[in-house]
């Protein structure tokens, strides 16, 4: 008998007829003597709704409350899929993140995972053959409920397999499985077949959003194997795995992210202890900077640029200008409207020419590039917003990483 952990997201809860279509994955391990720990998402659209209700009652809600509120979304679906279950004689029941526990730290919104209770899971599943776990949920060390960030439940799975020592982790969703670039804006994206972990969190951390990056980093710390795949068709998916399990090419993906804004700090004096003070006063906000550049010119100043998500930008610029007199900048310059690409690959390791080849590209479509990064295995350009879908279509080309069938296939079946 094996024990298989199952995530379902948002779009294959988002009525009957999908979670339908969930119970018959569920079916199958279960038809050869399997027991199924099912981790459920909240049906698609209900989180977006949860917050955009919070907005309403107040502009700045408590985040504590807002973890409450938000978790609700996968209490409805597992309650619901496990009447489903139990409506056809299966042994099952409904747990949330609390009841586990699953227990974080108190970073409301953003908690990390500290422990999984994996010996009581498994006295819960001695009298059951399926335990529904809400996903994106847990508690913290005062019982608070906690949530682990937008695609969560992604997380919850990995860490569910880890902490149980399962045989199988599936991530079912809405596509195939792990594409070149994303399949939604890129018709000629190719599945793949496996991808080393390495990989996997570059794309993730670039705007992939297909799998969460936590849970590419407790799949890659856990050696948990993730197998990424469609509720909606029967073939196998994407491998997510150690990387001397595959085949080493030289780019495997293209990610995006839209959500950037690029920050200048102007003629800002050039002495030691400056970039400290300017990126520790943002660190303390909890605010994640990507991208930096510094452009020292003659006259003892330098023009200093960063990156940081497009949600943080207003508070990131009232940090900056609190900062105005101690740090000694002339202007402060921003735009909202930045995007990144990047081109992934653990063969860039031992390969030159990458870089070049993606700025050559980006050139020939006219889209300039406005800032640049490097990894061992990947290159990132930071673009104006609107040429996202351009610059991704013209890399994927250029790195040979097209198919000639329509990468959606199977999405209809
Ligand atoms: P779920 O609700 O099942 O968690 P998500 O919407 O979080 O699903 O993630 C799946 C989506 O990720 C796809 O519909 C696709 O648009 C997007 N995506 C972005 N990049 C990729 C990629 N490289 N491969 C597959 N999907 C991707
Ligand atoms: N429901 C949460 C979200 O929409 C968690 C998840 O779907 O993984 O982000
Ligand atoms: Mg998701």
Same mark, same amino acid.
């Given at each position: ?32 003597? @399997? ?12 989180? !977006? ?8 009652? $107040?502009? !700045? *809600? @408590? ?10 979304? &996968? ?16 042994? $099952? =029941? ?58 969560? #439940? ?19 969703? /809405? ?43 407790? $799949?890659?710390?856990? !050696? ?5 795949? #469609?509720?909606?068709? /029967?073939? *196998?998916?994407?491998?997510?795995? %150690?990387? @001397?399990?595959? &085949? ?11 959500? %950037? ?10 002495? *030691? ?35 940081? *998500? ?7 610029? =009232? ?13 402060? =310059? ?14 860039? =390791? ?13 050139? &020939? ?9 490097? #990894? &061992? ?20 080309? $250029? ?15």
């Amino acid at each position: 008998m094996s024990l298989v952990v199952q995530k379902f997201g948002g779009t294959s809860v988002a009525n009957l007829e999908c979670m339908r279509q969930v119970l018959a994955k569920v079916k199958r391990p279960l038809s050869q003597g @399997d027991k199924v720990v099912v981790v459920l998402s909240a049906m698609s659209g209900e989180t !977006n709704r949860l917050l955009a209700l919070a907005k309403e009652w $107040a502009s !700045n *809600p @408590d985040p504590a409350e807002m973890d409450s509120l938000v978790s609700t979304g &996968e209490q409805v679906s597992v309650a619901l899929f496990s009447i489903l279950l139990k409506s056809q004689g299966i042994r $099952a =029941r409904s747990v949330l993140g609390f009841q586990v526990p699953i227990r974080t730290n108190c970073a409301f919104g953003k908690a990390r995972i500290v422990d999984i209770d994996g010996d009581k899971l498994h006295e819960m599943l001695e009298d059951l053959d399926v335990l529904v776990v809400a996903g994106f949920q847990g508690c913290d060390e005062q019982n608070r409920i906690t949530t682990l960030g937008r695609g969560g #439940s992604d997380t919850s799975a990995v860490a569910l397999a880890a902490a149980l020592k399962a045989d199988v982790c599936e991530i079912y969703t /809405d596509v195939p499985g792990v594409f070149t670039t994303d399949p939604n804006i890129c018709s000629t994206a190719r599945k793949i077949d496996r991808v080393a972990y390495d990989e996997m969190l570059e794309m993730a951390s670039m705007g992939a959003k297909v799998l969460q990056i936590r849970s590419v980093e407790f $799949a890659k710390k856990y !050696n948990v194997v993730v197998h990424v795949r #469609s509720t909606f068709c /029967d073939e *196998p998916g994407t491998i997510v795995c %150690q990387e @001397d399990q595959m &085949e080493a090419v030289l780019v495997s993906g293209i990610a995006y992210d839209k959500d %950037q804004a690029r920050i200048t700090l102007v003629h800002v004096e050039d002495r *030691p202890g400056v970039s400290a003070e300017v990126f520790s006063a943002i660190a303390e906000k909890k605010i994640l900077v990507d991208m930096i550049v510094q452009n020292p010119s003659k006259d003892g100043k330098t023009d200093l640029t960063f990156t940081v *998500p497009r949600a943080d930008l207003d508070q990131t610029l =009232r940090v900056l200008e609190g900062l105005k007199y101690e740090v000694g900048f002339k202007e402060l =310059r921003y735009d909202k409207h930045a995007a990144k690409v990047s081109a992934i690959g653990v063969g860039m =390791r031992n390969h030159s020419g990458v870089a070049s080849k993606a700025f050559r590209a980006l050139a &020939e479509e006219g889209i300039n590039i406005l800032m640049i990064s490097t #990894s &061992e295995i990947k290159v990132t350009c930071l673009i104006e917003e609107k040429y996202t879908e351009l610059a991704v279509r013209t890399m994927h080309k $250029a790195f040979g990483l097209d198919s000639e069938t329509n990468a959606q296939s199977c999405k209809s079946a």
